[in-house]
């Protein structure tokens, strides 16, 4: 069949660190437009956002969202609306009301909608799945911290309402919990710290139980310099699964095991278009309703300012 | 067929205001036994706790839980492993990912699970859910405004996290407007104000979008004294409806309706019933989403401590 002819629709950091040469390394699909405020690409049709590119005489099959979750709904829907499959960035929006009114919208329209989690497409997570569908696990944990002044510098959108502060990084490592997790799980406490001049939090503190009782612990901190900690750790009666460096690297009872080169990103649009190929959609939301539950549930502490 | 067997778990304020004349009121349902760790109610078999009723030798077939949503998911998770049907109180739990799993199970041991909204079940709301299905929505307000010390003596939970704050009573409102809208809509703009020494809030101010566009605000306080707001204003192309007196009275361009007589608890009982009896479950959460969506957008204000 015929390539997804894809537009862009936001040309920021993520777009260009990652989409463009996923894009450009998956079979199946094109980068033939782009939709941005600020920036444009040589030799592809560019726009100024997804209503002019909407408008435009130019053939496209699916749109990939890659703006900032606050306004993300307006865009996903105006390209459901105009026949368009939809690939949304983590996270899917800025509320689950919103992702899942887009889930109702796709399948009303018979189109494919595809909630990415690109952590969850890291190359030890299908294998660590598969290893703990097999043993019996007595805990997990989560340690999640980095620095957000790396990693983050001058993003204001991120520290507003909808950008969620430490759980940007931190819904990655739910994404893959999420995943890897044979039974679901719910939240039971949640500290959120908040600094004073900022409306999301710096760091969290959450506990979770499976529905049989088993314990879950995430710590996420954005105030870690030095080495950065990504990692999960899950204890069980066989011995220690370990996923570190954000999902890439697997140790099973101290080992290291040889897994596939990491392609998060050319996985995802590898999965998005078999989806468009199978008429199917995959939309779990689970890794925001965690978060959602997290402030929902959350105790606030408020610490210092923080500045960039 | 007979009646149904219930267990009442928790006996609290709402139970005894409500729970209990609403049983005694309707048909195909009476009450066997409780649990209670405090309580107990002559000529019914008594309990500790839902472990000692379910472990015990009474007869039962189906629990309502009037415990606060903190530590309801194991009482309702043990009743739904033993085979009995669940009634829950709103709001039906204190996170989205453990009501999900409660549906979940619900479905997969084939038991009616009802997470009541008992605003949903005022006089006026069907009437103005029928008189909007008609008309051509502009707008829609919501003001839900009474005082905490009056409603809420020294019920501390009703402040830590999960008790929800200021959205124990506007989720009714939400249950409502969830009802009674056409059409779907989310959050937008979310100011939450807290108290210095409290987890929950005492004040929220929210604004939502449609899916097409239409505003709707809702105004929760929790510092109003003398006369008590519960209004749903909504202007339409073809005037006015408002309902008052949280959901009670029905006013259409400005002329007073005649509606029944509010019997809010005893129309969930008669739904419960009739759940049952058709195998089926009702577990709308769009309720507790929308809230859960206004901690996880919100824009924190603090004021002053609040003592009861």
Redesign the interface.
């Given at each position: 069949m015929a390539s997804i002819r894809l537009a862009i629709v936001g040309l920021g950091k993520i777009a260009r660190d990652q989409h463009l040469g996923a894009i450009e390394a998956t079979d199946g699909i094109e980068l033939v437009a782009v939709a941005s405020r600020h920036a444009k690409l040589e030799n592809i049709h560019c726009f100024h956002d997804i209503a002019d590119l909407l408008a435009a005489d130019v053939d496209i099959d699916a749109v990939s969202l890659c703006t900032p979750p606050q306004g993300r709904?307006e865009q996903a829907?105006a390209a459901l609306e105009a026949g368009k499959h939809v690939m949304l960035e983590k996270p899917p929006g800025?509320?689950?009301?919103?992702v899942?009114?887009l889930e109702?919208?796709a399948r009303e329209k018979g189109l494919s909608l595809y909630a990415t989690w690109h952590s969850r497409a890291a190359a030890a997570v299908e294998p660590a799945r598969a290893l703990l569908a097999e043993r019996t696990i007595r805990s997990l944990s989560v340690e999640w911290k980095e620095d957000v002044r790396h990693w983050h510098p001058g993003q204001a959108w991120i520290w507003e309402?909808?950008g969620?502060g430490v759980f940007d990084p931190g819904i990655n490592a739910l994404s893959i919990v999420t995943r890897i997790m044979p039974e679901?799980?719910?939240?039971v406490?949640?500290d959120l710290t908040?600094p004073a001049n900022r409306?999301a939090p710096i760091a969290a503190s959450l506990a979770f139980e499976t529905?049989s009782g088993l314990p879950l612990t995430a710590e996420f901190d954005w105030r870690q310099t030095g080495p950065q900690t990504w990692d999960i750790r899950v204890e069980t009666e066989e011995g220690q699964i370990v996923l570190t460096h954000g999902g890439s690297r697997l140790f099973v009872d101290g080992q290291p095991q040889i897994v596939e080169e990491d392609k998060e990103y050319r996985n995802l649009y590898r999965d998005f278009v078999a989806l468009v190929a199978e008429g199917r959609s995959d939309t779990d939301f689970?890794p925001l309703?965690?978060?959602?539950?997290a402030?929902?549930?959350?105790?606030?502490i408020q610490t210092d300012a923080f500045e960039d």
């Open positions: 709904f829907r800025a509320t689950l009301s919103e899942f009114a109702a919208l309402p909808g969620l679901k799980f719910h939240l406490r949640s908040f409306a529905g689970s309703m965690h978060v959602a539950d402030f929902m549930l959350g105790r606030r």
